[in-house]
């Protein structure tokens, strides 16, 4: 999996399981965003009349720049979507990995912050990411049709502050989301997370 390059020369790599796809959000997005459409294209072309492949095409468009619209709002870096079923099924889920430039106050560290986030927040625990404390926070979500949730997700973010030589280098956030099978309690969305918590495992930083 290619690293995304972030602030301050540093970067990151993760290994993802088959089927899933990278789409950079600072620059190449439009490129990663065409390559997914045209081999989604050419998988179903055999089974559909052309005009339902163009059809199919341009659906997949708009929701793949939906969702790297919301990505990008989020400061991602990069957005992980999955593109070719698991088990038959297509699954509603992403990975979107942002930076988050927050300055800290003078004479508090990142491990004080990371106590904070753990005592004031429910559903948080610590976790190691390559060798660094960060923090795992897990929740459900309620459907709000207003802000376009039309169903309950599940939501887990891993929290992690960038290494850096000196000064405050910002926090990356690692954040997954998911409808699993319509249930954010039953058995096939925790599979997903488990996925997750998985990957979350081949985090690598990578300095240049």
């Known amino acids: 999996m290619p690293p995304a390059d972030i602030k301050n020369a540093?970067?990151?790599?993760?290994?993802?399981?088959?089927?899933?796809?990278?789409?950079?959000?600072?620059?190449?997005?439009?490129?990663?965003?065409?390559?997914?459409?045209?081999?989604?294209?050419?998988?179903?072309?055999?089974?559909?009349?052309?005009?339902?492949?163009?059809?199919?095409?341009?659906?997949?468009y708009r929701r793949l720049n939906a969702s790297v619209k919301e990505a990008q709002r989020r400061d991602g870096v990069d957005l992980y979507l999955p593109v070719e079923p698991m088990h038959g099924?297509?699954?509603?889920?992403?990975?979107?990995?942002?930076?988050?430039?927050?300055?800290?106050?003078?004479?508090?560290g990142g491990q004080d912050v990371l106590t904070q986030l753990l005592a004031d927040s429910a559903g948080s625990e610590p976790v190691e990411m390559d060798g660094a404390t960060a923090v795992r926070k897990?929740?459900?979500?309620?459907?709000?049709?207003k802000k376009?949730?039309?169903?309950?997700?599940?939501?887990?973010?891993?929290?992690?502050?960038?290494?850096?030589?000196?000064?405050?280098?910002?926090?990356l956030v690692v954040s997954f989301s998911t409808l699993g099978d319509g249930n954010p309690e039953g058995?096939?969305?925790?599979?997903?997370?488990?996925?997750?918590?998985?990957?979350?495992?081949?985090f690598r930083w990578r300095t240049e």
Not at 34 to 47: F, M, N, Y
Not at 138 to 145: F, S
């Open 89 to 108: 099924y297509l699954i509603a889920a992403s990975i979107v990995v942002a930076k988050v430039d927050t300055a800290l106050r003078e004479g508090v």
């Open 187 to 202: 058995d096939f969305t925790e599979i997903l997370v488990e996925l997750f918590d998985a990957v979350m495992t081949t």
């Open 148 to 171: 376009d949730a039309e169903a309950p997700s599940k939501h887990v973010d891993y929290l992690v502050q960038v290494p850096s030589s000196g000064g405050d280098s910002g926090w």
């Open 10 to 60: 540093f970067g990151y790599t993760l290994v993802l399981p088959p089927g899933w796809a990278r789409i950079p959000l600072r620059e190449g997005t439009q490129e990663a965003v065409k390559t997914i459409v045209d081999e989604a294209a050419e998988r179903v072309s055999a089974d559909l009349p052309k005009d339902k492949v163009a059809d199919a095409r341009m659906e997949l």
């Open 138 to 145: 897990e929740r459900t979500m309620p459907a709000d049709p």
